[in-house]
């Protein structure tokens, strides 16, 4: 291998390496976002149906189940805090961006030398150096979150990852799968504090037997009169 060759495959590794850490701190700005957002709604769920057993509001708001709906919803707001706290949403995304905005940096140095005619070895040292400095003072992704960031850097280098249209869609479907995924908890969430309101306003409760009366046919409700 060349040294422009050389320094071409470091600055592809600078530019995806940037491009991910990127990704990942907009994906773990997003995590804070629903995750304080979820904790927020949670607490007013469970603060409305208190409110509704007040005011004994509800089809459903004097049974046993709402108690231990109230409970269970308590313990997942403390677990749910629990969870962010150690995630550190907040303060990893800060991280990730400051990893890429060093990087870029180190890119902007690099880049005349990607396609200078002469290798400069003394250059290549320190920016080689510089970029595995720069990885050392930040965390790495973890093995999950890592794949859909890095593969939605690839699709953004063109010149550097060239696929057909096949490979670009089947990569796209890729990178949404696995952020979906990494987000399925949230809707998750909504659709049981969705389904629990609902059963405590209106509830589940089939059709009642006079209600099956009145929808008989007329020669049926007949029949009936006559015995």
């Not at 400069?120 to 794949?147: A, I, M, P």
């Not at 990569?171 to 389904?195: D, E, Q, R």
């Amino acid at each position: 291998m060349s040294g422009t060759d050389s320094f071409k495959n470091l600055y592809k590794k600078m530019d995806a390496t940037s491009k991910t850490r990127f990704h990942a701190s907009r994906r773990l700005r997003l995590h804070a976002k629903l995750s304080t957002y979820t904790v927020v709604i949670l607490s007013l769920v469970l603060i409305l149906v208190s409110l509704m057993q007040a005011y004994d509001l509800g089809a459903n708001i004097k049974r046993k189940e709402v108690v231990l709906l109230q409970v269970f919803a308590s313990i997942a707001v403390l677990v749910y805090s629990l969870l962010i706290e150690k995630n550190d949403f907040s303060n990893r995304s800060e991280k990730m961006y400051s990893c890429a905005s060093k990087l870029g940096e180190l890119k902007q140095e690099a880049h005349p030398n990607k396609t200078a005619t002469d290798f400069d070895q003394k250059k290549y040292d320190e920016c080689w150096k510089g970029y595995h400095d720069v990885l050392k003072l930040y965390e790495t992704h973890s093995n999950n979150d890592f794949r859909g960031d890095y593969l939605r850097a690839k699709l953004e280098m063109r010149e550097d990852y060239v696929m057909d249209r096949l490979e670009r869609v089947t990569m796209s479907a890729k990178v949404w799968g696995s952020y979906a995924l990494n987000f399925v908890t949230y809707p998750m969430v909504a659709a049981v504090l969705i389904l629990a309101l609902y059963w405590v306003w209106v509830g589940f409760a089939p059709p009642s037997a006079g209600t099956e009366i009145s929808t008989q046919s007329p020669q049926k409700q007949s029949i009936s009169s006559d015995r």
